[in-house]
Nanobody
Framework: QLDESGGGLVQAGGSLRLSCVAS????????MAWFRQTPEIEREFVSA????????YYSDSVKGRFTISRDSAKNTLNLQMNDLKPEDAAKYFC?????????????????WGRGTQVTVSS
């Protein structure tokens, strides 16, 4: 089970930090990721990494502004979002998968949280 938190309303240029906890005694995902969704865009890739953080990917739209991090001991994934823009407003989903690869498509992840809403006012 994946549980996201940290969404909210922020002004353009502001920051938010999203967190995702992977709960369950036997659930240790190798790859974890953030996706976002709006009524116009279905499950857009944002960022992903492996359990160690050695493999990290960002979409071009967030590169340089967002930072993904992983606390493997706590089974937690974070997304620090800086310099937020109105176009970053979306519902953000945490995703995880046990397979030993880090994908950038929602097809690459079998476990999903319920999402947390991020609203950016201009």
């Amino acid at each position: 089970q994946l549980d996201e938190s940290g969404g909210g309303l922020v002004q353009a240029g502001g920051s938010l930090r999203l967190s995702c906890v992977a709960s369950g005694q036997t659930f240790t995902p190798y790859a974890m990721a953030w996706f976002r969704q709006t009524p116009e865009i279905e499950r857009e890739f944002v960022s992903a990494n492996d359990w160690s953080g050695a493999i990290t990917y960002y979409s071009d739209s967030v590169k340089g502004r967002f930072t993904i991090s992983r606390d493997s001991a706590k089974n937690t994934l974070n997304l620090q979002m800086n310099d937020l823009k109105p176009e970053d407003a979306a519902k953000y989903f945490c995703a995880g998968d046990r397979r030993l690869r880090v994908g950038q498509s929602y097809h690459d992840f079998n476990y999903w949280g319920r999402g947390t809403q991020v609203t950016v006012s201009s």
